[in-house]
T-cell receptor, first 117, second 116 residues
Framework: EAGVAQSPRYKIIEKRQSVAFWCNPISGHATLYWYQQILGQGPKLLIQ????????DSQLPKDRFSAERLKGVDSTLKIQPAKLEDSAVYLC???????????????FGPGTRLTVT | KNQVEQSPQSLIILEGKNCTLQCNYTVSPFSNLRWYKQDTGRGPVSLTIMTFSENTKSNGRYTATLDADTKQSSLHITASQLSDSASYIC???????????????FGTGTKLQVIP
Protein backbone atom coordinates (compact mmCIF):
# COMPACT_ATOMS: atom_id res chain seq x y z
CA GLU A 1 0.00 0.00 0.00
CA ALA A 2 1.43 3.36 -1.04
CA GLY A 3 1.89 5.87 1.75
CA VAL A 4 1.14 9.56 1.94
CA ALA A 5 3.14 11.43 -0.68
CA GLN A 6 4.34 15.01 -0.32
CA SER A 7 6.30 17.35 -2.53
CA PRO A 8 8.61 19.06 -2.58
CA ARG A 9 10.74 17.59 0.21
CA TYR A 10 12.70 20.78 0.70
CA LYS A 11 12.08 24.41 -0.19
CA ILE A 12 14.08 27.57 0.47
CA ILE A 13 12.46 30.94 -0.23
CA GLU A 14 12.95 34.54 0.77
CA LYS A 15 10.50 36.28 3.06
CA ARG A 16 7.48 37.80 1.32
CA GLN A 17 7.66 35.17 -1.43
CA SER A 18 4.94 32.58 -2.02
CA VAL A 19 5.19 28.82 -1.73
CA ALA A 20 2.88 25.84 -2.24
CA PHE A 21 3.04 22.30 -0.94
CA TRP A 22 1.28 19.28 -2.36
CA CYS A 23 -0.07 16.18 -0.65
CA ASN A 24 -1.50 12.95 -2.03
CA PRO A 25 -3.13 10.90 0.76
CA ILE A 26 -3.53 7.15 0.95
CA SER A 27 -6.21 5.96 -1.45
CA GLY A 28 -9.61 5.76 0.18
CA HIS A 29 -8.75 7.96 3.16
CA ALA A 30 -11.50 10.48 3.75
CA THR A 31 -9.68 12.66 6.23
CA LEU A 32 -6.63 14.77 5.44
CA TYR A 33 -4.59 16.90 7.83
CA TRP A 34 -1.91 19.56 7.42
CA TYR A 35 0.44 20.11 10.35
CA GLN A 36 3.20 22.61 11.01
CA GLN A 37 6.12 21.26 13.03
CA ILE A 38 8.65 23.81 14.23
CA LEU A 39 12.04 22.41 15.18
CA GLY A 40 11.94 20.84 18.65
CA GLN A 41 8.17 20.93 18.91
CA GLY A 42 5.32 18.55 18.26
CA PRO A 43 3.14 18.94 15.17
CA LYS A 44 0.49 21.66 15.30
CA LEU A 45 -2.71 21.09 13.32
CA LEU A 46 -3.28 23.76 10.69
CA ILE A 47 -6.29 22.39 8.89
CA GLN A 48 -8.35 19.20 8.71
CA UNK A 49 -10.46 18.13 5.74
CA UNK A 50 -13.23 15.57 5.67
CA UNK A 51 -13.44 14.66 1.98
CA UNK A 52 -13.33 18.12 0.36
CA UNK A 53 -14.88 20.01 3.26
CA UNK A 54 -13.02 21.81 6.05
CA UNK A 55 -13.84 20.57 9.56
CA UNK A 56 -11.18 22.47 11.53
CA ASP A 57 -9.05 25.41 10.46
CA SER A 58 -9.04 27.22 13.78
CA GLN A 59 -5.22 27.39 13.94
CA LEU A 60 -4.63 28.31 10.31
CA PRO A 61 -3.27 31.88 9.91
CA LYS A 62 -5.83 32.74 7.29
CA ASP A 63 -4.24 36.07 6.38
CA ARG A 64 -1.35 34.24 4.75
CA PHE A 65 -2.13 30.51 4.67
CA SER A 66 -4.69 28.80 2.47
CA ALA A 67 -5.46 25.19 1.68
CA GLU A 68 -7.77 23.31 -0.60
CA ARG A 69 -8.67 19.74 -1.28
CA LEU A 70 -10.33 19.59 -4.65
CA LYS A 71 -12.33 16.46 -5.44
CA GLY A 72 -11.62 15.16 -1.94
CA VAL A 73 -8.26 13.62 -2.85
CA ASP A 74 -5.08 15.67 -3.31
CA SER A 75 -4.51 18.80 -1.30
CA THR A 76 -2.35 21.90 -1.57
CA LEU A 77 -1.23 24.24 1.19
CA LYS A 78 -0.11 27.73 0.20
CA ILE A 79 1.70 30.46 2.09
CA GLN A 80 1.57 34.01 0.69
CA PRO A 81 3.55 35.99 1.71
CA ALA A 82 5.97 33.91 3.78
CA LYS A 83 7.52 35.16 7.02
CA LEU A 84 10.69 34.04 8.77
CA GLU A 85 8.65 32.33 11.48
CA ASP A 86 7.04 30.06 8.88
CA SER A 87 10.28 28.06 8.69
CA ALA A 88 9.20 24.58 9.74
CA VAL A 89 8.38 21.12 8.47
CA TYR A 90 4.90 20.87 6.98
CA LEU A 91 3.44 17.41 7.47
CA CYS A 92 0.48 15.97 5.67
CA UNK A 93 -1.42 13.04 7.17
CA UNK A 94 -4.49 11.05 6.24
CA UNK A 95 -6.82 8.66 8.01
CA UNK A 96 -9.70 6.46 6.97
CA UNK A 97 -12.29 8.41 8.89
CA UNK A 98 -12.28 10.90 11.74
CA UNK A 99 -15.98 11.53 12.12
CA UNK A 100 -16.76 8.48 14.23
CA UNK A 101 -15.69 7.52 17.74
CA UNK A 102 -13.01 5.10 16.62
CA UNK A 103 -9.30 4.72 16.77
CA UNK A 104 -8.40 5.49 13.20
CA UNK A 105 -4.69 5.94 12.78
CA UNK A 106 -3.19 8.95 11.07
CA UNK A 107 -0.58 8.06 8.47
CA PHE A 108 2.00 10.77 7.91
CA GLY A 109 3.94 11.75 4.84
CA PRO A 110 7.67 12.56 4.97
CA GLY A 111 7.02 16.29 5.24
CA THR A 112 8.27 19.35 3.41
CA ARG A 113 11.04 21.29 5.13
CA LEU A 114 10.57 25.01 4.47
CA THR A 115 13.31 27.51 5.15
CA VAL A 116 12.43 31.20 4.87
CA THR A 117 15.43 33.53 4.66
CA LYS B 1 -7.47 23.92 27.23
CA ASN B 2 -6.36 20.40 26.31
CA GLN B 3 -2.67 19.80 26.96
CA VAL B 4 -0.21 16.94 26.56
CA GLU B 5 3.09 17.23 28.40
CA GLN B 6 6.03 14.90 27.93
CA SER B 7 9.14 14.30 29.95
CA PRO B 8 12.03 14.28 29.73
CA GLN B 9 12.56 16.65 26.79
CA SER B 10 15.64 14.69 25.78
CA LEU B 11 17.42 11.57 26.91
CA ILE B 12 20.72 9.86 26.12
CA ILE B 13 21.15 6.17 26.95
CA LEU B 14 23.65 3.44 26.20
CA GLU B 15 22.76 0.78 23.68
CA GLY B 16 21.18 -2.22 25.39
CA LYS B 17 19.77 -0.23 28.30
CA ASN B 18 16.10 0.29 29.07
CA CYS B 19 14.32 3.62 29.34
CA THR B 20 10.90 5.02 30.17
CA LEU B 21 9.27 8.10 28.67
CA GLN B 22 6.38 9.89 30.38
CA CYS B 23 3.23 11.58 29.12
CA ASN B 24 0.69 13.53 31.19
CA TYR B 25 -2.48 14.89 29.64
CA THR B 26 -5.52 16.96 30.48
CA VAL B 27 -7.59 16.04 27.42
CA SER B 28 -11.20 15.39 28.29
CA PRO B 29 -13.33 13.57 27.40
CA PHE B 30 -10.73 10.97 26.52
CA SER B 31 -10.92 8.66 23.51
CA ASN B 32 -7.48 7.18 22.96
CA LEU B 33 -3.76 7.73 23.37
CA ARG B 34 -1.09 6.94 20.81
CA TRP B 35 2.66 6.88 20.95
CA TYR B 36 4.40 7.84 17.73
CA LYS B 37 8.04 7.45 16.74
CA GLN B 38 9.47 10.15 14.50
CA ASP B 39 12.84 9.52 12.90
CA THR B 40 14.81 12.60 11.84
CA GLY B 41 13.52 13.93 8.55
CA ARG B 42 10.49 11.66 8.46
CA GLY B 43 6.87 11.77 9.46
CA PRO B 44 5.65 10.18 12.72
CA VAL B 45 4.77 6.47 12.71
CA SER B 46 2.33 4.98 15.19
CA LEU B 47 3.78 2.53 17.74
CA THR B 48 0.83 1.80 20.02
CA ILE B 49 -2.70 2.93 20.68
CA MET B 50 -4.69 2.52 23.87
CA THR B 51 -8.32 3.23 24.64
CA PHE B 52 -9.84 4.00 28.03
CA SER B 53 -10.15 0.37 29.10
CA GLU B 54 -6.63 -0.67 28.19
CA ASN B 55 -3.80 -0.51 30.73
CA THR B 56 -0.92 -1.79 28.65
CA LYS B 57 -0.05 -2.46 25.03
CA SER B 58 3.14 -3.91 23.59
CA ASN B 59 4.76 -3.65 20.19
CA GLY B 60 7.99 -5.61 20.17
CA ARG B 61 10.42 -3.93 22.52
CA TYR B 62 8.00 -1.03 23.11
CA THR B 63 5.47 -1.28 25.94
CA ALA B 64 3.00 1.51 26.64
CA THR B 65 0.97 1.84 29.83
CA LEU B 66 -2.05 3.99 30.53
CA ASP B 67 -3.59 5.14 33.80
CA ALA B 68 -6.79 6.90 32.76
CA ASP B 69 -7.56 7.89 36.36
CA THR B 70 -4.37 9.92 36.79
CA LYS B 71 -4.21 10.77 33.06
CA GLN B 72 -0.70 9.45 32.69
CA SER B 73 0.99 7.20 30.16
CA SER B 74 4.46 5.83 29.79
CA LEU B 75 6.43 4.25 26.98
CA HIS B 76 9.04 1.71 28.05
CA ILE B 77 11.77 0.69 25.63
CA THR B 78 13.57 -2.53 26.42
CA ALA B 79 17.10 -3.40 25.33
CA SER B 80 17.51 -0.21 23.31
CA GLN B 81 19.09 -0.25 19.87
CA LEU B 82 20.80 2.48 17.89
CA SER B 83 17.77 2.56 15.60
CA ASP B 84 15.60 3.64 18.53
CA SER B 85 17.21 7.09 18.29
CA ALA B 86 14.25 9.31 17.40
CA SER B 87 11.63 11.61 18.86
CA TYR B 88 8.73 9.93 20.62
CA ILE B 89 5.46 11.83 20.56
CA CYS B 90 2.44 11.22 22.77
CA UNK B 91 -0.86 12.03 21.06
CA UNK B 92 -4.22 12.13 22.83
CA UNK B 93 -7.55 12.11 21.03
CA UNK B 94 -10.61 13.79 22.51
CA UNK B 95 -13.84 11.86 22.26
CA UNK B 96 -16.04 13.68 19.79
CA UNK B 97 -19.73 14.36 20.05
CA UNK B 98 -22.02 12.06 18.07
CA UNK B 99 -21.67 13.05 14.44
CA UNK B 100 -18.69 15.24 15.22
CA UNK B 101 -15.01 14.76 14.55
CA UNK B 102 -12.35 13.86 17.09
CA UNK B 103 -9.80 16.48 18.15
CA UNK B 104 -6.19 15.43 18.50
CA UNK B 105 -3.56 17.02 20.76
CA PHE B 106 0.14 16.35 20.23
CA GLY B 107 2.81 16.46 22.89
CA THR B 108 6.12 18.19 22.18
CA GLY B 109 7.98 14.88 22.17
CA THR B 110 10.98 13.31 23.89
CA LYS B 111 14.16 13.21 21.85
CA LEU B 112 15.95 9.92 22.54
CA GLN B 113 19.53 9.28 21.55
CA VAL B 114 20.97 5.78 21.90
CA ILE B 115 24.75 5.69 21.85
CA PRO B 116 27.06 2.70 21.41
Amino acid sequence: EAGVAQSPRYKIIEKRQSVAFWCNPISGHATLYWYQQILGQGPKLLIQFQNNGVVDDSQLPKDRFSAERLKGVDSTLKIQPAKLEDSAVYLCASSLEAMVAGAYEQYFGPGTRLTVT
Amino acid sequence: KNQVEQSPQSLIILEGKNCTLQCNYTVSPFSNLRWYKQDTGRGPVSLTIMTFSENTKSNGRYTATLDADTKQSSLHITASQLSDSASYICVVTERGRPGGYQKVTFGTGTKLQVIP
